[in-house]
């Protein structure tokens, strides 16, 4: 079975910095494969918030993680500072599928690749609903 390469940063439009800590590395010396999905859930809901679709407290339609994934390339181990790339590759009528990448130092190739997939849910039922035309606007800028 023939491996994917890992994504370049070039193929990227939205990086968000992350600094390693101490006790991200577990006892290998490398960073533990749980940060990297952290790592990207902190991606995806920074860039919600900051664009004003996502109140994480009174937004009465959220997204919820359905389904996650992550590809391992090569090593990220503290004290590295990782940039991770953010992308959306599907947008349907109330899920999203995010494509992620964390790119160590200046790297070009990713050390890993991920995704995430939200379903947009009523806060109150949690039955899924539409994305909002808001939410659907600002996903639309990374697309494509």
């Known amino acids: 079975m023939s491996r994917l390469p890992p994504s370049s940063r070039a193929s990227f439009r939205l990086l968000y910095s992350i600094t390693t800590r101490w006790k991200d590395n577990d006892a290998y010396g490398h960073v533990n494969n749980v940060e990297y999905y952290s790592w990207f859930d902190t991606a995806v809901n920074r860039f ?10 009174r937004s009465p339609v959220v997204g919820l993680m359905v389904e996650s ?3 391992y390339h090569s090593s990220i181990s503290y004290p590295d500072e990782v940039a991770i790339g953010v992308r959306v590759t599907k947008l349907g009528t109330s899920s ?3 494509e992620l990448a964390a790119f160590r130092n200046d790297e070009a190739a990713a050390s890993a690749d991920g995704f995430l997939v939200h379903v947009y849910v009523d806060r109150t039922t949690q039955r899924p609903v539409p994305i909002p035309d808001a939410a659907r606007t600002v996903l639309q800028r990374l697309t494509g």
């Open 48 to 57: 919600l918030i900051e664009n004003g679709t996502l109140d994480v407290v």
């Open 69 to 71: 994934g992550c590809r």
């Open 96 to 98: 999203v599928r995010y």
